[in-house]
């Protein structure tokens, strides 16, 4: 099981996943650095660009963010069972003590404030999203796994009107969902492609809100590799991807695919110092976490 395969990269992640990420930052468990301390290799281009936002919604969405996403008082936590065989057959609004304070429910949160907020910076925006879905065709008694993909939730870089409503229809995160996140990066840049050409030549990015786990096509390892090589193009296209971890995410891997674009990871902190509004709460302030059940 995917959950299983990329929460065993790190004991220690797993225990804080298992916790529900209480009190800790959202740079993939670790404390949160303060701007001296941050890789400053690339500043993140809010102020007249194209800008794409892409989401990556695999399996892992559905964990705990550790934020009060719904604002009721109450952190939601990742249930203790989640990482074992009978998460396969449980509804995943279980998989928390609240779904509505988990990284998928936290990454529509941010795509929407961000929107409006990049808009009224000079910015065009778009938005990508995309899933797989793994199936198993056997042949001669041997099980092998293929991906279909599910169509792409997009909206070309424009206004911001049709990118809200792209987030609206963005669908829930099953459980068997993997990331390609070569492909989604790929759809990204057509978007930026596409877009109507202006008398000003403009910068164009790609903002990925993402765990930073790629698992398909190829298995974690190649899936990695091979979405770190296409940044390296788009890189040499002249296209920068920043990156905004969320609770479990691979900040290392996020790191490495960012840096050769010229881009970099953003924090939360980051973003709401930046925009000078909060985007969300981070972590949640004056809330409680409840306590999952075994």
Same mark, same amino acid.
């Given at each position: 099981?995917?959950?299983?395969?990329?929460?065993?990269?790190?004991l220690l992640?797993?225990?804080?996943?298992?916790?529900?990420?209480?009190?800790?930052?959202?740079?993939?468990?670790?404390?949160?650095?303060?701007?001296?301390?941050r890789?400053?290799?690339?500043?993140?281009?809010?102020?007249?660009?194209?800008?794409?936002?892409?989401?990556?919604?695999a399996?892992? @969405?559905?964990?705990?963010?550790?934020?009060?996403?719904?604002?009721d008082?109450?952190?939601?936590?990742?249930?203790?069972?989640?990482?074992?065989?009978?998460?396969?057959?449980?509804?995943?609004?279980?998989?928390?003590?609240?779904?509505?304070?988990?990284?998928a429910?936290?990454?529509?949160?941010?795509?929407?404030?961000?929107?409006?907020?990049?808009?009224?910076?000079?910015?065009r925006?778009?938005?990508?999203?995309?899933t797989?879905?793994p199936w198993?065709?056997?042949?001669?008694?041997?099980?092998v796994?293929?991906f279909?993909?599910?169509?792409?939730?997009?909206?070309?870089?424009?206004?911001?009107?049709?990118?809200l409503?792209?987030?609206?229809?963005?669908?829930?995160?099953?459980?068997?969902?993997?990331?390609?996140?070569?492909?989604?990066?790929?759809?990204?840049?057509?978007?930026?492609?596409k877009?109507?050409?202006?008398?000003?030549?403009?910068?164009?990015?790609?903002?990925?809100?993402?765990?930073?786990?790629?698992?398909?096509?190829?298995?974690i390892?190649?899936?990695?590799?091979d979405?770190?090589?296409?940044?390296?193009?788009?890189g040499?296209?002249?296209?920068?991807?920043?990156?905004?971890?969320?609770?479990?995410?691979?900040?290392?891997?996020l790191?490495?695919?960012?840096?050769?674009?010229?881009?970099?990871?953003?924090d939360?902190e980051e973003?709401? @110092?930046?925009?000078?509004?909060?985007?969300?709460?981070?972590?949640a302030?004056?809330?409680?976490?409840?306590t999952?059940?075994?």
């Amino acid at each position: 099981m995917v959950i299983r395969q990329c929460l065993s990269r790190s004991l220690l992640l797993t225990c804080i996943a298992l916790l529900g990420f209480g009190g800790v930052g959202l740079m993939g468990g670790c404390a949160a650095r303060s701007p001296a301390d941050r890789d400053r290799t690339g500043d993140p281009p809010f102020f007249s660009s194209d800008v794409v936002i892409a989401v990556d919604r695999a399996a892992l @969405a559905l964990l705990a963010s550790g934020v009060d996403v719904d604002e009721d008082g109450v952190v939601g936590r990742t249930r203790s069972w989640v990482a074992g065989e009978s998460s396969d057959s449980r509804s995943t609004r279980n998989w928390t003590t609240d779904d509505d304070d988990a990284v998928a429910a936290l990454q529509i949160k941010v795509a929407g404030a961000l929107v409006p907020r990049l808009a009224d910076r000079g910015n065009r925006v778009g938005l990508a999203s995309l899933t797989l879905r793994p199936w198993q065709r056997r042949t001669r008694g041997t099980g092998v796994v293929q991906f279909t993909e599910r169509r792409p939730i997009i909206a070309p870089v424009g206004p911001p009107g049709s990118v809200l409503a792209a987030l609206a229809r963005l669908p829930t995160v099953h459980v068997k969902a993997r990331t390609d996140l070569s492909r989604l990066l790929e759809i990204a840049a057509e978007l930026l492609d596409k877009a109507p050409p202006l008398e000003t030549k403009r910068r164009r990015a790609i903002l990925l809100l993402s765990l930073g786990e790629p698992s398909a096509p190829h298995g974690i390892y190649w899936s990695s590799r091979d979405a770190v090589n296409y940044a390296h193009e788009l890189g040499r296209r002249g296209i920068s991807i920043s990156a905004v971890p969320f609770a479990l995410a691979n900040v290392e891997y996020l790191n490495e695919l960012t840096r050769s674009t010229g881009g970099r990871v953003v924090d939360l902190e980051e973003l709401n @110092a930046f925009f000078g509004v909060p985007l969300v709460m981070t972590p949640a302030t004056g809330a409680t976490s409840s306590t999952g059940q075994p």
